[in-house]
């Protein structure tokens, strides 16, 4: 008498994430972590965003506005630079900004980072290059990095061709009247608008040498050292 087959055992569906699903940042990033590797999504208020492929105007404006960060970083000890990092925001948000500049913890700054190599809390600094996410950027994105503690927001308009500067402590639209935004929170940090949209290198980094050669970027650089020595002791 011929034995009876066993049934095979089922296996566990493979999680996948959806834009407009609904969960907690503990739940999405269990998730995200078993997605391949070039997968991108992000969960803003408890809502799953699941990134479309970049077009080519989000590529090529995006270097230049790194670039501007980048030269900055470089001149300012305590300083970090993150390009499309994960950030651990509160029980519903898990971004990836486009940008950001923080402090870093040893220097004073207010977030922190994990174990497991991520950034948890807000960056000073968040920049956003905004095309098909433009509804997003400015509004719901933007809502909640001021509520998690982001001080100050860039959103490269593409659309606009504006980079439109908010100050997120005050819940306000700065406009710079020269066409150069001088962030608040990383003082000596120039960016000339018009430079970006007109792929003008030169000017571009004429604005970002000026600013770190200005005295409040060598009094900034000098908090930041002291503020570290402090800790240290």
């Known amino acids: 008498m011929s034995a009876i087959p066993k049934p095979m055992q089922e296996r566990e569906p493979t999680p ?10 503990e739940e999405f990033h269990r998730i995200y972590e078993q997605m391949p590797e070039h997968f991108k999504a992000e969960l803003i208020g408890g809502v799953v965003y699941v990134a479309s492929p970049l077009k ?28 499309n990092t994960t950030v651990l925001l ?16 040893e220097y004073g700054g207010q977030s922190q980072t994990t174990e497991d190599d991520y950034v948890l809390g807000a960056p000073e600094l968040v920049a956003e290059i905004a095309h098909s996410s433009r509804s997003i950027d400015l509004y719901k ?3 909640k990095y001021r509520q998690f503690g982001v ?16 100050d997120l402590t005050e819940d306000k639209e700065l406009l ?27 000017r571009l980094m004429s604005a970002v040498n000026q600013g770190i050669a ?3 970027h060598a009094q900034f650089v000098e908090r930041l050292a002291n503020k570290k020595a402090s800790n240290a002791t």
Not at 90 to 103: A, C, H, K, V, Y
Not at 155 to 161: A, F, G, H, P
């Open 214 to 216: 200005s005295p409040e």
């Open 141 to 143: 994105k933007r809502e």
């Open 90 to 105: 509160g029980s519903d948000s898990e971004p990836q900004p486009d940008l950001f500049l923080r402090i870093l913890p």
């Open 151 to 166: 001080r100050e927001y860039l959103v490269l308009s593409l659309d606009e061709k504006r980079l439109r500067w908010f």
């Open 176 to 202: 710079a009247g020269d066409g150069i935004v001088r962030a608040k929170n990383f003082p000596g940090l120039w960016t000339d608008a018009a430079a970006l949209f007109a792929d003008d290198y030169g």
């Open 56 to 83: 080519l105007r989000h590529g090529t404006n995006h270097p230049a506005l790194s670039a501007v960060m980048f030269t900055y970083r470089g001149h300012t000890p305590g300083v970090q630079l993150g390009d």
């Open 16 to 25: 996948e994430l959806h834009s407009g699903d609904h969960m907690t940042r």
